[in-house]
C-alpha cells in the first residue's frame, strides 16, 4: 500500500513542483536488522517519483561503507538531501521525516535546490565565518508541530557554510542517542555533543552558541 | 508503523513583505505573530496605511495546536496549516516584516517607540500588542532546572519520550485531560494532580480517560518540588485535605494549568487588570491613545482562535481611525 494518499500526493507534488534545480536524495539503508528502514525506503521511493528533478541513490549501509564514510553516516536509516554536485551535503534525516517533520523535509528539498529564502546580510557574513566543523543535532518526534521549524533552522545554516552539518533525529528511532542526550523534551538541539537547548529558537540563538565553539 | 503527514497544504502566492525598518515611521506597528497580529495586518495593508510587524515567531499557540475544529470556514484543519493560511494572506502585502526577534519594551509618546532585541528601535504613529500568552509555570523548586529535562509543556511534542515510563500531569482542565489521554496510550503509569475537587475539562474528555486503567487521579493535591540532577526523579506532591506531603518516583512531569500574558514589554505603559491582561474597551483601546490590544493578550473574554481573530480586526481599525484623526 502507497505511503501517500491521493489528496497528501497532490499536495506533495505542488510544493516539490517549486524545486529550481534537479537535487539528490541519498538514501541508507539495510535489509535486516533496521525495522524503520522498509518504510523509509518506500517514503524516498515515491518522494523520488513525484518530481523528475529528484533523482534517489539508494546505498546499503554496510555493502556500500565508503559511501556511507563519505557522507559521515553511522546509523540508518539516513537521508541526505544534495545538489548533483554534492556542494551541499549537510541537511541530513536520520529516521523517517513522516508526521510534521514532511515539512522540514519538503523545506530541505527546495533549499537544496536553491530556493533558500534570503538571509540578512549581517547574518549570512556571520555563519561564512563560521570556520570549525559543526555539528548539530536536532531531535524531535513525529508529532510536535513546531519541530519542523528547528529542523529547518539547522538546515539553513548548513546550506550557507559547507563546515555546518546538521540533523534531524528521529527520537523514538534512535532511542539510545536521545537517551545519551537526555531528550525529554523536543525539539531538543545539541551542538557538537557541548551545547544543548530546548525548544524552537531563532537563528541568532544557533549562532550564538556556535560562535562559542 | 502507522504513518502520517501533516502538510499545510500551501497555495503559491507571491511573497511580497519587505523587512522592517527602524528610520521609517509607521502609521501602525504591530507587535506579535498569532491570528489578532496577522489580521491586524492584513486589515491596515487593506487600509493603506503604512504598516510594520515584530514577532518572534509566526501562529502563536495556534501553531502548537495539533488540529482546530471550530474555526469558521474550516470543520477541520490542522493548527499549522491555519497559521501557514493566515500567513500567506499576509505575505500578499507589502508589510515592514520582522521574525525571530522578540519585541522588548514599548515607549510611550507622541511617536510610539518598541524596542526590539535585534538592537533597533522602530517607530510608529500608533501599536497594536497581540503578544498572547505562554503556558504558566508552576514555580516550585526544580521547575526551571529541570524543564526539558523531564518538565514538559507540550504533550503531544514530548509525550512520546515517555514510552514505559512514570509520569505525573498537573491540572484538570482540557489540556491537561488531553495530555493525561496521550500519555496514558504509551507510559506505564499516569498520575493527574488537581487541586481541585473535580476536574473542569468537557465530560468527552473526562469519559475518555476514565477508560484507562494505568490512571489515578489526586483532586485536592498540589505539587510542592520537582527532584532529580540531570533528569526528574521524584516529585514531592502535597495533599491539602489530609495536610501530607508524598514523594511519587516518576520520570517526567506535564505541566498544563494555563497560561500567562506577555505583558512585560507594556508593563507601567497601559493599564493591566488582576490577572496581568492588558484592559482594552469595545474598541481595543488601552489606557494610552495610540496604543491598542487585541487577543489573548488582553481582557477580553474567552480566548478562541476566532474571536483574536476578530478582536485584532477590530484593532485594525480602531489604530487606522486614531492615526488618521490624529495627522
Redesign the interface.
Known sequence: MALFDDKVKSQLSQLLSKIKNPIIINFFTQEIECPTCQTTHEFVQEIAGLNDKITLNVYDFLKNQDIAKEFGIDKIPAIIITDTHKNIKGLRFFGIPAGYEINSFITACLEVSGMAEPLPEAMISRIKKISKPIHIQVFVTLTCPYCPGAVATAHRLAIENPLITADMIESTTFTPLAVKHNVSSVPKVVINDIYEFVGAQPINVFLDMIEKI | ?E????????E?IEQRTV?LDSKTLYDVLIVGGGPAALTAAVYCMRKGVKTGLIT??VGGQV????TVENYMGYRHI???SLVQRFKEQVEQFEIGFLQ??RATRVIDGNIKKVECEDGNLYQAKSIIITTGKRWRRLNVPGEAEL????????A????????DKDVIVVGGGNSAIEAAIDLAKLATSVTVVQLLPSLTADKVLIDELSKFTNVTILYEHEIKAIHGT???EAVTVHDIKNKKENTLSV??IFIEIGLVPNTELVKNVVALNEYGEIIIDCSCRTSRPGIFAAGDVTSVPYKQIIIAAGEGAKAALSACDYVLTNK
Not at chain 2, 504513518?3 to 500551501?10: I, R, S
Not at chain 2, 501553531?63 to 495539533?66: D, G, I, K
Not at chain 2, 524543564?147 to 507540550?154: E, F, H
Not at chain 2, 503531544?156 to 514510552?163: E, G, M, S, T, V
Open positions: 508503523m504513518l502520517t503527514f501533516n502538510l499545510p497544504g500551501l503559491t523587512p518572534l515567531d501553531a502548537e495546536t495539533s490542522e493548527g499549522i525571530g526577534y524543564t526539558g529535562k523531564g518538565v514538559a509543556y507540550c503531544i511534542c514530548d509525550a512520546p519520550l515517555f514510552k540531570s533528569a526528574v520520570q517526567g
